[in-house]
């Protein structure tokens, strides 16, 4: 099996305080990755991760899981990562997706394969401190002026969270790594790897050099039944825009996906579709699922476990050394 990376990311809810004692615990770890999600209502992941950042020290890339296009132009996200580069010593990571329940603002979610690979190209462009201007069907940058703050890098690695095919190919001809954010199902790993890898090879691009991450709700604990019965809870909020992404989704469960009686009582299986849930060995065999299907990172959500600090020492030194040892 080729390396692989594990990542873990928080919501955006917690005390500077809260952030800081995670931080600590977390650098006590072999985890590759730190994020924080940036969801609609939550506070901006910009600020917990530089709370963070000073504490971080064996992670490889801290970023945010994610940003959008829709409610942030690409100068203003190009600014954040820049800012968060220079706060991480050059470890700044750049998540980037459509985003979700905007229909509650009244932003229309419009082409959004268009947006997305826009959104990329243009970061790119300023990132590097290109001054020639850039037409795009979305953005536009007419090339008077320039980025008036020193940048530690040129270029971050961006990952763009996706569910599609269309989207997936795309990030395969720009992007370092795709994520399928809220999935733990090893067929959407597989189908989305040959997309990307389509893409990949249509843009010129080396072998290995765009990664698939799959990151969801984790509740890891020594008491299975515990855990899986906050996970169940924990879903609630993102199984309503997720499970209609996963063809293997039946319909007539969809339809009825509304309540969140409905989802209180999710089968094992579907459980497993799209949550880490269980104790450490539970936890194990999933994400060897993955990695087989072809998965290069899992990111272990939000709320972690009953206690998060706890849960990170289990995942820490239950679970990584299974795969990192």
Request: a neutral charge; one cysteine or more; charged letters at 20%.
């Amino acid at each position: 099996m080729p390396a692989v990376e594990f990542g873990v990311a928080l919501q955006g809810n917690k005390t500077p305080a809260e952030y800081v004692r995670l931080a600590q615990v977390i650098d006590e770890y072999a985890f590759d990755v730190v994020s924080v999600y940036n969801d609609l209502m939550f506070q901006p992941a910009l600020g917990a991760l530089l709370w963070m950042a000073p504490y971080l020290h064996g992670a490889r890339r801290i970023g945010p899981a994610a940003l959008n296009p829709y409610l942030v132009h690409p100068v203003e996200i190009a600014g954040q990562v820049a800012l968060l580069d220079m706060a991480t010593g050059g470890r700044a990571y750049l998540g980037l997706a459509r985003g979700a329940w905007l229909d509650s603002l009244g932003v229309a979610q419009t082409r959004p394969i268009t947006t997305l690979r826009e959104a990329v190209l243009l970061v790119k462009h300023l990132l590097a401190g290109n001054v020639e201007p850039f037409h795009g069907q979305v953005f536009c940058f007419t090339g008077e002026g320039k980025l008036q703050y020193a940048r530690v890098r040129g270029s971050v690695p961006i990952t763009i969270g996706t569910w599609g095919t269309a989207s997936a190919r795309m990030a395969g001809g720009i992007a370092n790594e795709i994520k399928i954010g809220g999935s733990t199902n090893p067929a959407m790993a597989t189908r989305l790897r040959a997309a990307m890898d389509a893409g990949r090879r249509a843009a010129g691009r080396r072998a290995h050099t765009v990664g698939i991450c799959l990151g969801a709700v984790t509740v890891v604990d020594e008491d299975r039944q515990t855990a899986r019965d906050l996970a169940r809870q924990e879903v609630a909020r993102y199984l309503p825009v997720v499970a209609r992404l996963d063809p293997s989704s039946d319909p007539e469960w969809l339809a009825q996906l509304q309540t969140r009686e409905r989802i209180a009582d999710l089968s094992d299986e579907i459980l497993d579709r799209f949550a880490f849930a269980g104790t450490p060995a539970d936890i194990v065999h999933l994400v060897q699922q993955l990695f087989e299907a072809g998965a290069t990172r899992v990111e272990f959500g939000t709320p972690l476990g009953r206690n998060p600090v706890a849960a990170v020492r289990l995942l820490g030194e239950r679970v990584l050394p299974a795969f990192c040892g």
